[in-house]
């Protein structure tokens, strides 16, 4: 039986040898390919959820921050919580393809973390979609700069620092749902000289 552990030992990659490929084949950075691949179920879970997404940088961004941080609070390990790579790699697409922000896939990853409910259940369940569609943003934008004659006067006699503003007060209107992108973008048009 010796002989099968040490023949076993082979075919799985050492800590070190899962570091070198996570940097060859999926990209990441020497720091985050030697904390994923140092823990055995971090590393599973990177795996089994890299080859679900095709954004490996942000996945590992969340393992190490916001996944990791949960962990540690629990004192457990990715294996023992509701998490599945899954979900995880659901979560990592719909931020990638701009189905909601960044900041809504945190609240997001929480209500997976207590629940287990896959990303796409909580989104449409408590509303979350990221508002894409220019109409709608533009909207809403018009509101704004109707309901603020004064600041639309200052911005456009100079205070580009108003600019904020005017986004700070669509994501107001939107909860956060609005799409940054789409904001600044139509914004800029709208509030020319």
């Known amino acids: ?53 095709t954004n490996h940088s942000l996945l590992s961004n969340w393992l190490i921050g916001d996944i990791s941080a949960f962990l540690n609070k629990e004192m457990i390990e990715i294996h023992e919580s509701k998490l599945n790579s899954d979900n995880v790699a659901i979560l990592i697409n719909r931020i990638d393809d701009h189905t909601i922000s960044g900041k809504i896939g945190k609240s997001i990853f929480e209500a997976m973390y207590k629940s287990g409910d896959s990303p796409d259940e909580i989104i449409e369940s408590q509303g979350l979609k990221q508002i894409s569609d220019g109409d709608a943003i533009e909207k809403v934008i018009n509101t704004i700069i109707q309901d603020n004659p004064s600041q639309v006067e200052a911005y456009l006699g100079g205070k580009e620092k108003l600019f904020g503003f005017f986004v700070g007060q669509v994501m107001k209107i939107t909860e956060g749902k609005a799409n940054p992108m789409a904001v600044n973008k139509i914004l800029k048009e709208k509030l020319k000289k």
Do not use: H
């Open 1 to 53: 039986s010796l002989g099968l552990v040490g023949s076993e030992m082979c075919i799985r990659d050492s800590p070190k040898e899962k570091e070198n490929r996570y940097m060859k084949e999926f990209g990441l950075s020497a720091y985050d390919a030697q904390i994923i691949s140092s823990s055995k179920s971090m590393a599973d879970f990177f795996e089994d959820a890299a080859n679900k997404t």
